[in-house]
């Protein structure tokens, strides 16, 4: 079967580090997405990984082991509005995508 | 530049009746997807279409879901004989390959509410 997991809720503090972990099991791989989606807003993009290891973009970073079907979102200098959302999604073979639950990120002062 | 277009951006509409959401793509981009979002749920495939091969259809719920999608552009996806449970957030998303790095984008989105 396919599935993704993702924790459901995690909660941070304004200016640190989070990590968003998110582990799937599909059938062929061809990529993977994390989004942000903030409450009542369609997701926008974040990040795509197809090889093994770390894409950064500013203060959002995300790795990939394809070895492990592991993936992990690394939010630095937490700000209020990133309170979200975050999706991860998989591109499987047929370059349909398969999403996660997504996690709820809270950024508490 | 435009991003992803969609319309009518809310739509209410008796049980029964049939309904019709469109999608305007960014200029360029070749692969499209259909997902809905009901409320307090993820994200959920719907159809996916990549340049002039045959769509994959693999996430329609039902036989009166289907979708187009014309010229390798606009997409239209069409609910036959609504239903209650068909009340949701209709989102569409372009994908194309931007600087050697695959990039997807959501439309606004068509909330849908059957009564």
């Known amino acids: 079967g396919q599935n993704i997991d993702q924790p459901t809720e995690m909660t941070a503090t304004e200016g640190a580090i989070v990590q968003i972990n998110c582990t799937y099991q599909t059938s062929g791989f061809n990529g993977l997405f994390w989004y942000q989606q903030h409450a009542g807003e369609a997701p926008t993009f974040l990040s795509y990984?197809?090889?093994?290891g770390l894409e950064e973009k500013g203060r959002f970073s995300s790795f990939l082991s394809r070895s492990k079907g592991y993936s992990y979102l690394l939010l630095k200098e937490l700000q209020m509005k990133d309170s979200a959302s975050y999706l991860c999604?998989?591109?499987?073979?047929?370059?349909?995508?398969?999403f996660g639950k997504g996690t709820k990120l809270s950024v508490k002062p | 530049g435009a991003g992803v277009s969609q319309s009518p951006s809310n739509k209410v509409t008796e049980k029964g009746k049939d309904v019709e959401l469109r999608c305007d793509p960014i200029s360029g981009h070749t692969a499209l997807y259909w997902y809905r979002q009901s409320l307090g749920q993820g994200l959920e495939f719907l159809i996916y279409f990549q340049g002039n091969s045959a769509p994959d259809k693999s996430g329609l719920p039902s036989d009166r879901f289907s979708a187009e999608r014309t010229g390798g552009s606009v997409s239209t996806l069409t609910i036959q004989r609504t239903q209650q449970e068909d009340s949701a957030v209709y989102l569409c998303?372009?994908?194309?390959?931007?600087?050697?790095?695959?990039?997807?984008?959501f439309g606004p989105g068509t909330r849908l509410l059957v009564l």
């Open positions: 999604a998989v591109t499987g073979s047929q370059g349909n995508l398969i």
């Open positions: 990984n197809v090889l093994d």
């Open positions: 998303a372009s994908s194309g390959t931007e600087r050697g790095q695959e990039t997807q984008y």
